[in-house]
């Protein structure tokens, strides 16, 4: 069975930089495509960024493009998102989930979802 845990999230000042950290696990979790999903409380949850299976596509919300990158290390089976420039409406917990097909992922039917982590940033 496939999985992905997500680690790296902590509180920062605004400015700051954070990488958070999604390991996967099980043979196939390199053929997922990956997304890094946020929610804050009240809101619904939103894909913020996302690489396809052998990293040659990403997708960057508007919102954060120029500042979040999501490399991937399928070696490792590691995706990364490496978030600079923080800003306190980047506060959110944030998810790393998966699925074979690029459609559904970034619609958020993924078939595998981490727990999360929480990044919470001050002014």
């Known amino acids: 069975q496939v999985r992905s845990v997500e680690s790296g999230g902590r509180s920062v000042q605004a400015g700051d930089s954070l990488r958070l950290a999604c390991v996967g696990s099980g043979n196939t979790f390199s053929d997922y495509n990956i997304g890094w999903f946020r929610q804050v409380p009240g809101k619904e949850r939103e894909l913020v960024a996302a690489i396809d299976w052998n990293g040659f596509n990403t997708y960057y919300e508007a919102y954060v493009k120029g500042r979040f990158f999501v490399p991937r290390d399928n070696v490792e089976k590691m995706v990364y998102l490496q978030m600079n420039s923080l800003k306190p409406e980047d506060t959110a917990v944030y998810y790393c989930?998966?699925?074979?097909?690029?459609?559904?992922?970034?619609?958020?039917?993924?078939?595998?979802w981490g727990l999360g982590t929480r990044v919470s940033v001050s002014s």
């Open positions: 989930a998966g699925d074979l097909s690029w459609g559904r992922m970034v619609a958020g039917l993924n078939e595998i």
